[in-house]
């Protein structure tokens, strides 16, 4: 059973556009949600994380919102620019334990 | 920086075959991980290790063991190489629980079994 549901599984942006990927968690004890950066051929990367008594996080054009009430999380990019093209994964942590969504492969065209 | 090393990039097995792949982190982290990533199905934890000597199973680690025998070094095993274990493996390695203990991905190794 998947204990984070991503969504989308692929999107396409111009340059510019502010793509959103979502991700919802079933366990209230997860208490960290990062976010991970994959380029081809690379292992994913730590981009942005946040812990459950923040509603926002923001770090550069990388913005997670989160609500605790509905389980949910997302990520939002600004103005987003050909080389953030990539996959994106979201996950949720227990100390010693990740769950990770399914991913997300994000595609800006110039 | 912290460097989680996977020791081949890639690798082309038969079926059948014992194959091992080895990852080493240089950070001193007490825990290591292994996870496949398959298309649409995001990265499975395969095992994962928090000390020397000690393993957990993760959620799929049917047709795989692994070794750790020192804090930096983490091996997983496929004991009999079949076609379904083509894929990417992963190794991680975090500090453990904390504030902030977001894990570090090596390269991965793209492991085809034919």
């Known amino acids: 059973q998947q204990q984070v549901k991503q969504s989308p599984q692929s999107l396409i942006v111009q340059k510019g556009g502010i793509p959103i990927i979502n991700c919802a968690y079933e366990n209230t004890a997860f208490d960290y949600f990062p976010w991970y950066q994959q380029f081809p051929g690379k292992g994913p990367a730590l981009l942005i994380a946040i812990r459950p008594d923040v509603s926002e996080k923001k770090e550069g054009r990388f913005t997670i919102s989160f609500n605790k009430s509905a389980k949910q999380f997302s990520l939002h990019i600004m103005d987003s620019q050909p080389g953030d093209s990539a996959t994106y994964f979201c996950a949720a942590l227990l100390p010693n334990d990740m769950r990770f969504g399914a991913g997300t492969r994000l595609t800006v065209k110039p | 920086d912290v460097k989680v090393t996977q020791s081949s990039r890639y690798l082309v097995k038969r079926t059948g075959e014992k194959v091992f792949l080895e990852c080493v982190q240089d950070m001193d982290h007490e825990n290591m991980f292994w996870y496949r990533q398959d298309p649409g199905l995001g990265l499975r934890l395969i095992y994962f290790s928090y000390d020397v000597k000690m393993k957990e199973k993760g959620d799929i680690p049917e047709g795989y063991s692994v070794s750790r025998e020192k804090k930096e070094r983490f091996s997983l095993i496929l004991e009999s190489a079949s076609t379904n274990q083509t894929s990417m493996y992963l190794c991680?390695?975090?500090f453990g629980a904390g504030w902030d203990y977001g894990y570090t991905f090596g390269s991965g190794t793209r492991l085809t079994v034919v």
């Open positions: 991680a390695s975090s």
